[in-house]
C-alpha cells in the first residue's frame, strides 16, 4: 500500500501539467533573463533578445530531461526567421550538454528556478514570445505535432 501512494504522489509531482492552452499563469509583463546564468561556450540570449519586436521561442528544458531532447526535432521545424532560446530550468552550466543546446540560437541556465517566476511549473514547457517579449502561448508537457499545429504555430503568426 506504502508504494501505491509513494508511485501515485511521485507521478503527480513528476508530470507536466497542462494542454498547451492560453497563458493564464504567465504574467503579462516581458521575460527577462534575471537569476539565469550564461553558460560557458555556448552563446546566451539577453533581455533584448527577449523584447525584440518578432516572434520568438523560449523551450524551457533540463539536462537530465530525456523527453526534452526528443523535443527539438519539433523545434527545427519552425521557420529560420524565428529564433529558438533554450532555459536549462534547475540546470546549472554543469549540466548543460553542448549537442542539445547546439540546436538553439541562445542558452542560459536557470539553477535556480527563476522561470517559475515566469509562470513555468516543470519541464518541457515551450513559450511563444510575441514582439514585446509577453508570453502569447505556451506548450506545458511534451512538444508534439500536435502541439505545434495547435499552440505554437498559430501563437507564432499573431
Known amino acids: 500500500m506504502n508504494w501505491a501512494i509513494f508511485l ?14 492560453p497563458p493564464e499563469a504567465v504574467p503579462a509583463a516581458p521575460m527577462t533573463v534575471a537569476g539565469t546564468q550564461t553558460l560557458p561556450g555556448l552563446p546566451a540570449f539577453s533581455n533584448a533578445d527577449l523584447i525584440a519586436p518578432w516572434p520568438k521561442v523560449v523551450h524551457v528544458t533540463a539536462s537530465w530531461c530525456t523527453t526534452c531532447r526528443d523535443e527539438v526535432r519539433w523545434l527545427a521545424t519552425l521557420p529560420d526567421d524565428v529564433p529558438v532560446f533554450r532555459l536549462g530550468w534547475r540546470d546549472g552550466a554543469e549540466g548543460a550538454t553542448a549537442p542539445l543546446d547546439a540546436a538553439y540560437d541562445g542558452a542560459r541556465a536557470d539553477p535556480d528556478g527563476a522561470a517559475a517566476g ?8 515551450t513559450l511563444v514570445l510575441g514582439p514585446e517579449g509577453a508570453v502569447v502561448a ?13 499552440t505554437v504555430l498559430p501563437a507564432l503568426e499573431r
Open 138 to 150: 505556451r506548450h506545458l508537457g511534451t512538444l508534439t505535432e500536435a502541439a505545434m499545429t495547435r
Open 118 to 125: 515566469w509562470g513555468v511549473t516543470g519541464i518541457p514547457e
Open 8 to 21: 501515485a504522489l511521485a507521478v503527480y509531482l513528476l508530470a507536466p501539467v497542462g494542454n498547451g492552452g
